[in-house]
């Protein structure tokens, strides 16, 4: 993955049969336990991790060890809530686990949505997010959802901080088509969607007039609304900036990032990247966010015209290009650097 400058959703799986038979719980324990340290050591190219492990596709629905069927047992949900919870010890706290159905986290940790208060809090409630791998295909998506009147509202309200998305896997509709579609996509902040299945839903929405949007909008999508930048500055002196970012996707990065502005000398191409606060996991769907700060410059910072340009690198892959994250506009993207040109310059004397 890392070498094709991609990231995985990832799901282990020990059956694809519908007999449900999967491995024990000791036996799964003990694989995680041999996963751990490739797990913990491929972290930064896992962008989720999905519970799996349990029942025919990972799916928790047919299982022989941990209550078939819907039949479930108080043991069965402390032995389902045992591996859920090794997950989670074993991936760094920063990395988030996906649930098959919101039933299962409102069973094993609470029935109330994650309060923003706690959000990126590294709780397990902040960590486990949702997997909906029947997208409107019926009007419970198979099994998805149990009572629609409290699971829409707890996935509308958590989904913004924990992330969502899954696939299709039947036409059904009118609720497949593309008004229901949006609606959802929209109100329970998806993240993203498998785009080989089903394939008879996604040629509904290309030809319903909805598929670019949903391309467009999937996860975050950062636009630079403005910029205030001062003309000149000093070294070691103070270099106020004042940025707007318009989120128009659905959801926003899970992940950290982090944000710089950057300052490179239009003589010699020497950066110099400094820090700002703003975290853009905080930038929330439909909002604007303005990053108003005051940066100081380097003392030793050399006389000349700077380029201004923002960066939001992943943090652990903080030297590759292709993963940091491209604004919206046009003409400001240096896929070579992986930076965002704010289309400034800055006289240093």
Same mark, same amino acid.
């Given at each position: 993955?890392?070498?094709?400058?991609?990231?995985?959703?990832?799901?282990?799986?020990?059956?694809?049969?519908?007999?449900?038979?999967?491995?024990?719980?000791?036996?799964?324990? =003990?694989?995680?336990? *041999? &996963?751990?340290?490739? &797990?913990?050591?491929?972290?930064?190219?896992?962008?989720?991790?999905?519970?799996?492990?349990? @029942?025919?596709?990972?799916?928790?629905? $047919?299982? *022989?060890?941990?209550?078939?069927?819907? !039949?479930? /047992?108080?043991?069965? +949900?402390?032995?389902?809530?045992?591996?859920?919870?090794?997950?989670? !010890?074993?991936?760094?706290?920063?990395?988030?686990?996906?649930?098959?159905?919101?039933?299962?986290?409102?069973?094993?940790?609470?029935?109330?949505?994650?309060?923003?208060?706690?959000? $990126? @809090?590294?709780?397990?409630?902040?960590? %486990?997010?949702?997997?909906?791998?029947?997208?409107?295909? /019926?009007?419970?998506?198979?099994?998805?959802?149990?009572?629609?009147?409290?699971?829409?509202?707890?996935?509308?309200?958590?989904?913004?901080?924990?992330?969502?998305?899954?696939?299709?896997? @039947? *036409?059904?509709?009118?609720?497949?088509?593309?008004?229901?579609?949006?609606?959802?996509?929209?109100?329970?902040? +998806? /993240?993203?969607?498998?785009?080989?299945?089903?394939?008879?839903?996604?040629?509904?929405?290309?030809?319903?007039?909805?598929?670019?949007?949903?391309?467009?909008?999937?996860? $975050?999508?950062?636009?630079?609304?403005?910029?205030?930048?001062?003309?000149? =500055?000093?070294? @070691?002196?103070?270099?106020?900036?004042?940025?707007?970012?318009?989120?128009?996707?659905?959801?926003?990065?899970?992940?950290?990032?982090?944000?710089?502005?950057? %300052?490179?000398?239009?003589?010699?191409?020497?950066?110099?990247?400094?820090?700002?606060?703003?975290?853009?996991?905080? +930038?929330?769907?439909? =909002?604007?966010?303005?990053?108003?700060?005051?940066?100081?410059?380097?003392?030793?910072?050399?006389?000349?015209?700077?380029?201004?340009?923002?960066?939001?690198?992943?943090?652990?892959?903080?030297?590759?290009?292709?993963?940091?994250?491209? %604004?919206?506009?046009?003409?400001?993207?240096?896929?070579?650097?992986?930076?965002?040109?704010?289309?400034?310059?800055?006289?240093?004397?």
């Amino acid at each position: 993955m890392r070498g094709a400058g991609l990231e995985t959703v990832l799901r282990f799986a020990c059956t694809t049969s519908a007999d449900g038979d999967d491995a024990p719980k000791g036996r799964g324990l =003990a694989r995680l336990d *041999q &996963l751990a340290p490739v &797990l913990r050591d491929t972290s930064d190219v896992i962008e989720f991790m999905q519970a799996g492990f349990i @029942g025919a596709w990972g799916e928790w629905y $047919y299982t *022989q060890n941990f209550g078939n069927a819907g !039949s479930v /047992s108080e043991a069965d +949900w402390a032995n389902r809530k045992e591996v859920v919870d090794k997950i989670l !010890s074993i991936l760094p706290k920063d990395r988030t686990v996906q649930l098959r159905t919101p039933k299962f986290k409102r069973t094993l940790y609470s029935p109330d949505p994650l309060p923003p208060s706690q959000a $990126y @809090g590294g709780s397990a409630r902040a960590r %486990l997010g949702h997997h909906n791998d029947c997208f409107l295909a /019926s009007p419970d998506d198979f099994g998805t959802y149990e009572d629609t009147a409290v699971e829409y509202p707890y996935l509308s309200s958590g989904t913004r901080y924990v992330p969502m998305g899954g696939e299709t896997c @039947g *036409q059904n509709p009118p609720r497949s088509s593309c008004p229901t579609a949006l609606e959802e996509l929209s109100g329970f902040h +998806w /993240s993203y969607l498998n785009a080989d299945y089903h394939t008879g839903v996604l040629a509904d929405w290309k030809s319903g007039g909805c598929w670019d949007e949903i391309t467009r909008r999937l996860g $975050y999508r950062f636009a630079l609304e403005k910029g205030s930048y001062p003309d000149t =500055a000093t070294p @070691g002196g103070p270099l106020p900036v004042k940025i707007s970012v318009r989120n128009d996707g659905w959801a926003s990065p899970v992940s950290p990032r982090d944000v710089e502005l950057v %300052l490179r000398d239009d003589a010699t191409g020497k950066t110099h990247r400094l820090a700002l606060d703003s975290r853009p996991r905080t +930038w929330e769907p439909g =909002a604007t966010t303005t990053l108003d700060e005051t940066v100081k410059l380097p003392a030793d910072l050399a006389r000349g015209t700077y380029s201004l340009l923002l960066n939001l690198p992943d943090p652990r892959l903080r030297d590759r290009a292709d993963y940091a994250i491209r %604004l919206a506009d046009e003409d400001t993207w240096e896929a070579s650097s992986g930076m965002n040109d704010l289309l400034h310059k800055v006289a240093v004397n």
